[in-house]
C-alpha cells in the first residue's frame, strides 16, 4: 500500500510553547491513523498544520503526494476536516449545510445532489435532512459534521476528538460510522483523540503523544506487548513510598507506578505473584486494602511510556475518576 501521509520533524513553536516538538509518522492508505494523548499534547496543532490551516516553524508532510506548504491546494482538495470545535451552522438545515459545503468546493448541481443523498444515506440522516441544525442532539450534529466532511470526496478524513463530550452510547455510534466508511469508502482517516477505548478500538496504528512529541507508535496489540506482562494494581493503607522503592528494586518486577495510595506493578504471571505482594507488605506492617489483577490495556501502556496516566494532567477531579477505575477494573 503506497504512503497516503508522510510527516517529517514537524514543529510548531508558540513562543517558548514546543506545542509539536518534531513529530515524523507515515499513514498508509486505508488505514485509521490515530493520535492519543493528554490535553495540551499537541493533537490539534499537529492536525491543523497538515490540513494547511497553520504553518509549521520547521518540517514537511506530504497528503495523498502534495506538499502542505507548496501545493496546499491540492492538499485541501484531497482532505476532509471535522474539526474539535464544532462548526455547523446552526441556524441552517442538515441538507443546506451540506449543500453550502459543496458549493464551497465548486461541485456541481448535479453532483452535489447525488453526493448530498448519498453522504445523508451513509450517516442515516435522511429523515431529518430538513431540521435545523439547532434542534439537533450533539450526536446528530456530530455525524453531519462527519458527512460533511466527505462531501467533496477526499482521500483523507481528519477527525480532531470526534467523540469529545458525547456519551457512552453516541460514541459508540459515531464509532460504528467511521468503521463503515472506512470499510465503504476506503478512505483514509486520521483521528485524534484522548479516549483510550476510542483509539484502541478504531486505529490500525496509534502514536502516543505527549509534550509535542510521539513517545510510541505501533498497532495496539504490539503496544501492549511491549509491557510484556499483567498489572497488579495493589492499594496499600500506609507505607506506599517505601513499598514503592522496594518494589523497584525487584528483579520479577518490571515497572511501579503510583497513584496516591495505589501500585500499580507490571510483572510476569501476575497471579502467581499476588501472594508474594501481600507478604512484602506485611513485611513492612502495611495492609493491603485491594488488589486487582488484569492483562495491559492502552492505559497502561501510557503510563509505561510517560509515567503517568493520559488524564493525570487534567487535575484532581480526574486522579479520582482514575483511581475510582482501576478500584473497579480486573
Ligand atoms: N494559538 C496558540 N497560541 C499559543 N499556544 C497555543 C496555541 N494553540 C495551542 N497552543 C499550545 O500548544 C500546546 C498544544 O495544544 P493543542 O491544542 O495542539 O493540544 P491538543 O493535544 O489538541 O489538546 P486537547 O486534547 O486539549 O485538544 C498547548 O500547550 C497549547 O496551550
Ligand atoms: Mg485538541
Same mark, same amino acid.
Not at 461541485?107 to 445523508?120: H, S, Y
Not at 495493589?234 to 514503592?244: I, P
Not at 497502561?300 to 496516566?309: E, H, P, Q, S
Given at each position: 500500500m503506497?504512503?497516503?501521509?508522510?510527516?517529517?520533524?514537524?514543529?510548531?513553536?508558540?513562543?517558548?510553547?514546543?506545542?509539536?516538538?518534531?513529530?515524523?509518522?507515515?499513514?498508509?492508505?486505508?488505514?485509521?491513523?490515530?493520535?492519543?494523548?493528554?490535553?495540551?499534547?499537541?493533537?490539534? /496543532?499537529?492536525? *491543523?498544520?497538515?490540513?494547511?490551516?497553520?504553518?509549521?516553524?520547521?518540517? !514537511?508532510?506530504?497528503?495523498? @503526494?502534495?506538499?502542505?506548504?507548496?501545493?496546499?491546494? *491540492?492538499?485541501?482538495?484531497?482532505?476532509?476536516?471535522?474539526?474539535?470545535?464544532?462548526?455547523?451552522? #446552526?441556524d441552517?438545515?442538515?441538507?443546506?449545510?451540506? $449543500?453550502?459545503?459543496?458549493?464551497?468546493?465548486?461541485?456541481?448541481?448535479? &453532483?452535489r445532489?447525488?453526493?448530498?443523498? #448519498?453522504?445523508?444515506?451513509?450517516? #442515516?440522516?435522511?429523515?431529518?435532512?430538513? %431540521?435545523?441544525?439547532?434542534?439537533?442532539?450533539?450526536?446528530?450534529?456530530?455525524?453531519?459534521?462527519?458527512?460533511? @466532511?466527505?462531501i !467533496?470526496?477526499?482521500?483523507?478524513?481528519?477527525?480532531?476528538e470526534? /467523540?469529545?463530550?458525547?456519551?457512552? &452510547?453516541?460514541?459508540? !455510534?459515531?464509532? $460504528?460510522?467511521?468503521?463503515?466508511?472506512?470499510?465503504? &469508502?476506503?478512505?483514509?482517516?486520521?483521528? /485524534?483523540?484522548?479516549y483510550? $477505548?476510542?483509539?484502541?478500538?478504531?486505529?490500525?496504528?496509534?502514536?502516543?503523544?505527549?509534550?509535542?512529541?510521539?513517545?510510541?507508535?505501533? /498497532?495496539?496489540?504490539?503496544?501492549?506487548?511491549k509491557?510484556?506482562?499483567?498489572?497488579?494494581? %495493589?492499594?496499600?493503607?500506609?507505607?506506599? $513510598?517505601?513499598?514503592?522503592?522496594?518494589?523497584?528494586?525487584?528483579?520479577? %518486577?518490571?515497572t511501579?507506578?503510583? !497513584?496516591?495510595?495505589?501500585?500499580?506493578?507490571?510483572?510476569?504471571?501476575?497471579?502467581?505473584?499476588?501472594?508474594?505482594?501481600?507478604?512484602?507488605?506485611?513485611?513492612?506492617?502495611a495492609?493491603?486494602?485491594?488488589?486487582?489483577?488484569?492483562?495491559?490495556?492502552? #492505559?497502561?501502556?501510557?503510563?509505561?511510556?510517560? @509515567?503517568?496516566?493520559?488524564r493525570?494532567?487534567?487535575?484532581?477531579?480526574?486522579?479520582?475518576?482514575?483511581?475510582?477505575?482501576?478500584?473497579?477494573?480486573?
Amino acid at each position: 500500500m503506497a504512503d497516503m501521509i508522510v510527516v517529517e520533524n514537524l514543529k510548531k513553536d508558540y513562543g517558548d510553547v514546543k506545542a509539536v516538538d518534531g513529530i515524523s509518522f507515515e499513514v498508509k492508505e486505508g488505514e485509521i491513523f490515530g493520535l492519543l494523548g493528554p490535553n495540551g499534547a499537541g493533537k490539534t /496543532t499537529t492536525i *491543523k498544520m497538515l490540513t494547511t490551516l497553520l504553518k509549521p516553524t520547521a518540517g !514537511h508532510a506530504k497528503i495523498a @503526494g502534495f506538499d502542505i506548504l507548496k501545493d496546499s491546494t *491540492k492538499v485541501r482538495e484531497n482532505i476532509g476536516i471535522v474539526f474539535q470545535d464544532p462548526s455547523l451552522d #446552526e441556524d441552517l438545515t442538515a441538507r443546506e449545510n451540506l $449543500e453550502f459545503h459543496a458549493i464551497l468546493y465548486k461541485m456541481g448541481k448535479e &453532483q452535489r445532489e447525488r453526493k448530498i443523498a #448519498e453522504v445523508l444515506k451513509l450517516i #442515516e440522516l435522511e429523515d431529518k435532512a430538513d %431540521v435545523l441544525v439547532k434542534n439537533y442532539s450533539g450526536g446528530l450534529k456530530r455525524r453531519l459534521e462527519i458527512g460533511r @466532511g466527505l462531501i !467533496h470526496e477526499p482521500k483523507v478524513l481528519f477527525l480532531d476528538e470526534p /467523540t469529545l463530550g458525547l456519551d457512552a &452510547q453516541t460514541r459508540r !455510534h459515531i464509532w $460504528e460510522y467511521i468503521k463503515k466508511l472506512n470499510d465503504q &469508502q476506503k478512505i483514509t482517516l486520521i483521528l /485524534t483523540t484522548h479516549y483510550m $477505548e476510542e483509539a484502541d478500538y478504531l486505529s490500525s496504528r496509534i502514536a502516543f503523544v505527549d509534550h509535542g512529541k510521539i513517545v510510541a507508535l505501533d /498497532t495496539s496489540k504490539a503496544l501492549k506487548n511491549k509491557l510484556g506482562g499483567d498489572v497488579i494494581s %495493589v492499594q496499600f493503607n500506609k507505607g506506599v $513510598e517505601e513499598l514503592a522503592k522496594h518494589f523497584k528494586s525487584l528483579k520479577w %518486577v518490571k515497572t511501579v507506578a503510583r !497513584h496516591g495510595d495505589f501500585l500499580d506493578l507490571t510483572v510476569m504471571e501476575g497471579e502467581t505473584k499476588i501472594p508474594e505482594v501481600i507478604k512484602i507488605a506485611e513485611r513492612r506492617k502495611a495492609t493491603v486494602i485491594s488488589v486487582n489483577l488484569h492483562k495491559p490495556s492502552l #492505559e497502561d501502556v501510557f503510563i509505561y511510556f510517560t @509515567g503517568k496516566t493520559i488524564r493525570e494532567e487534567a487535575g484532581d477531579q480526574f486522579k479520582e475518576h482514575m483511581r475510582s477505575r482501576m478500584r473497579r477494573r480486573g
